[in-house]
């Protein structure tokens, strides 16, 4: 048995072990020790998905304890396709953040890779408990990663954001246990096949912990009335964390993709389960709360908060059609949306660095030095973002809404999804303008943008002309990603197997 | 013994909640503290409750579901050590924003530095 899926977790483990032991190295070094590692992520996650190859599923069982009493990790198209986003956005934002935003803090590195390392588990990871023990991981790193800085504003956000999630880990052991009281299993292939056998008498209980667990990932996922932390926490933190934190909202969407069709759903329909049904109305009122977020906005990093609160409720309501075409049309938008938020973040704190006190600010100020530079850039990322052809947002949401004409939702996704587009773009135009356009008298700031930080932005928002070039072929991909999600027979059948062929090993 | 068992879960938990929903992060923290014994309370029972029965085979006739217990003691260490983060990230807070409400802002003083 290869040891590949396992070095996605180990690799930044030791990386972050090393920077947390070996403190005192040369500022440059830990620099370099970061993204070696977070590049070698990279290559590790394109080297699993050509040995996934057809068949879609890995098992890896740690220690070579079968499962279910073992922990197995189970890399497939899903978990490789988080893998790969997980890396291409950790990259932008460590070489963003070695420019000297990880000056601000200690330990800024090895948090980083502790990040990497809770995030990479959770999407390789085929038992429930191991799961949350992964959460615990992300999580503790990015309340670390969330204070890095300092100050009375990120410890204020830092509260809330720790307190609640908190919160959410206690929910999610109650659910954990509840299924481990009913069925005995925590792996997620044993626990399906037992959960579809369960007695009549159990079935409340069953349904009863799929709601919590559709809460927990909805604290994460940013899920209507629990996400109130998000838009202050967003604003405040660091911009490379903030771009990072990017992927955080999408680990409680991928958690949603991973439990509900295969532990929940093995001999029903998706769209059937209890939790499903619940996400659709909530994820249409997410959807309406963050278009009138976007509007209000005070300031740009503020703004692409909201924006991370539009992406999370278009990606859950067009998951929550459940249909093959339209969880592959949610997984590309969940690509795309990824990559811009976290573009958007770092590009505010490229605008917020040149405008001295008024940083992002929606206010007007003295002009800055690389505006025409910045406001060429502005443009296209602001249509990028809200969806203008020939960029990436634009062919995910063509997608979006054909699948759910496909379904017969139009009615009420249609009209919600096109009038937040709208919203985006006239808050976006308003930004546009109050920052290009509108300048005080005073002297223009002499500063300007690092090339580094500027290149790194840039080369972000050429990747969403690259998704869309690409579309077809990545296209195909996620809809043999959807198609599997929905057949979670087969990935039962791999599990099971292995411990057939362990056993006969042994 | 059962019933004596839930109302303690329950009685914990009831308590938690009502004290993670105070102003001061001081109650907020001992209802986290109580919320998470009730819930390691309550991933204990998840083995089911059986006297006289360790959770090693030989031992006795019958013996108890070790996992529950293994993963208690994962939710314990985590608990702990989360409840020691969010003390100090609570006295910084009190620290920095000159007061100790979870929104940073005293509804009673108008006070400011």
């Known amino acids: 048995m290869t040891h590949l899926p ?10 972050g072990a090393l920077l947390v032991l070996l403190y005192d190295l040369p500022l440059w070094l830990q620099r370099v020790v970061s993204i070696a590692s977070t590049l070698s992520l990279l290559g590790l996650a394109l080297a699993l998905g050509s040995m996934i190859g057809e068949a879609g599923h890995l098992v890896y069982a740690l220690g070579s304890w079968a499962p279910p009493f073992g922990i197995v990790l189970v890399p497939d198209r899903l978990s490789v396709l988080m893998l790969t986003l997980t890396a291409v956005l950790a990259l932008f934002a460590v070489i963003y953040a070695s420019r000297n935003d990880d000056e601000a803090g200690a330990h800024f590195h090895a948090l980083f890779q502790f990040q990497l390392m809770g995030l990479n588990g959770a999407f390789l990871t085929g038992d429930l408990f191991n799961l949350f023990v992964f959460f615990e991981v992300l999580l503790i790193a990015s309340y670390a990663l969330l204070l890095h800085g300092g100050g009375p504003a990120r ?23 509840i299924l481990y009281g009913v069925t005995g299993t925590l792996n997620m292939a044993d626990l399906a096949v037992r959960i579809s056998e369960a007695p009549p008498a159990d079935l409340p209980l069953i349904q009863a912990a799929s709601l919590i ?54 001999d029903t329909a998706l769209v059937n389960t209890l939790a499903w049904q619940w996400l659709w109305p909530l994820a249409l009122a997410t959807l309406a709360l963050g278009g009138i977020g976007v509007l209000g906005a005070t300031s740009l990093r503020n703004m692409t908060a909201y924006m991370v609160i539009v992406s999370a409720g278009t990606l859950m309501a067009t998951l929550a059609l459940g249909s093959t075409q339209a969880i592959a049309a ?3 938008y969940l690509v795309h949306s990824t990559l811009m938020t976290a573009a958007f973040f770092l590009f505010a704190d490229l605008i917020a660095r040149q405008r001295g006190e008024a940083g992002d600010h929606m206010v007007v100020a003295s002009a800055m030095k690389d505006r025409r530079t910045l406001g060429i850039l502005f443009f296209f990322g602001a249509a990028a973002f809200a969806g203008l052809p020939p960029f990436s947002g634009f062919v995910s949401k063509i997608w979006i809404l054909e699948s759910s004409w496909a379904e017969g939702a139009s009615g009420s996704l249609w009209p919600i999804l096109l009038g937040a587009g709208l919203l985006m773009l006239i808050a976006l135009s308003r930004a546009g303008s109050k920052f290009f356009w509108r300048q005080s008298g005073e002297r223009p ?60 090993a042994h | 013994m059962e019933a004596l068992y839930a109302a303690t879960v329950g009685v914990l938990t009831a308590c938690g909640i009502y004290l993670v929903l105070r102003g001061r992060t001081f109650p907020v923290i001992m209802g986290l503290t109580l919320l998470s014994h009730a819930v390691n309370l309550f991933l204990f029972a998840t083995g089911r409750l059986a ?12 013996y108890t579901d070790p996992l529950p217990q293994a993963l208690v003691l994962t939710a314990i260490v985590i608990g702990f050590a989360m409840t020691a983060f969010v003390v100090v990230l609570a006295l910084k807070a009190a620290v920095e924003l000159r007061n100790d409400h979870v929104d940073g802002v005293d509804p009673d003083e108008d006070w400011r530095p």
């Open chain 2, 51 to 62: 006297l006289r029965a360790p959770a090693v085979i030989g031992q006795s006739e019958t």
């Open chain 1, 155 to 177: 410890s204020r956000a830092g509260l809330h954001y720790v307190i609640l999630n908190l919160i959410g880990s206690a929910l999610f052991i109650i659910a954990v246990g």
């Open chain 1, 213 to 266: 667990f559709l809460v927990v990932f909805g604290v994460k996922a940013a899920l209507l009335p629990l996400l109130f932390w998000l838009p202050r926490a967003y604003t405040v933190a660091a911009a490379p964390v903030a771009a990072l934190f990017a992927i955080m909202t999408k680990v409680g969407v991928y958690a949603m993709l991973r439990v509900f069709p295969l532990v929940f759903a093995l």
């Open chain 1, 330 to 332: 949610g997984l590309f």
């Open chain 1, 445 to 504: 700031h002499e500063l300007r943008a690092d090339r580094v930080r500027f290149g790194v932005v840039c080369v972000m928002l050429l990747t969403s002309v690259a998704l869309s070039i690409q579309a077809q072929p990545l296209m195909d991909y996620l809809t043999a990603t959807a198609a599997s999600l929905q057949a979670p027979g087969q990935y039962v059948e791999t599990v099971m197997n292995t411990t057939r062929s362990l056993k006969e």
């Open chain 1, 6 to 15: 396992v070095l996605p977790i180990l690799i930044p483990l030791i990386a």
